[in-house]
C-alpha cells in the first residue's frame, strides 16, 4: 500500500501515470524513475516545488508494502 511521503496518509489518488495527490495534506506527488517531485497546489492551481521542505523521512512509505 502507498503512504504519502509527507503525512503518511494512504488518502492518495492517481491523477495521471506516476502521478498522485493527496487528499490529506493536499500534495502532489510524481516518481520520476524513483525520484519523487513533491509539490504544493497553490489556490490558482499552479505547482510549487517544495521537495526541500519535506525532511524525507517517510520517503520509504512511498513504496509499495
Not at 3 to 25: K, M, T, V
Not at 39 to 52: F, K, R
Request: glycine share 6%; proline share 2%; charged share 20%.
Amino acid at each position: 500500500m502507498m503512504r504519502c511521503p509527507n503525512c503518511n496518509s494512504i488518502d492518495l489518488g492517481r491523477i495521471a501515470e506516476n502521478q498522485f495527490y493527496c487528499w490529506h495534506c493536499f500534495i502532489e506527488i510524481a516518481d520520476n524513475n524513483g525520484k519523487l517531485e513533491i509539490y504544493q497546489v497553490e489556490s490558482d492551481g499552479t505547482l510549487t516545488a517544495i521537495n526541500d521542505l519535506i525532511d524525507g523521512q517517510n520517503e520509504d512509505a512511498w513504496q509499495v508494502q
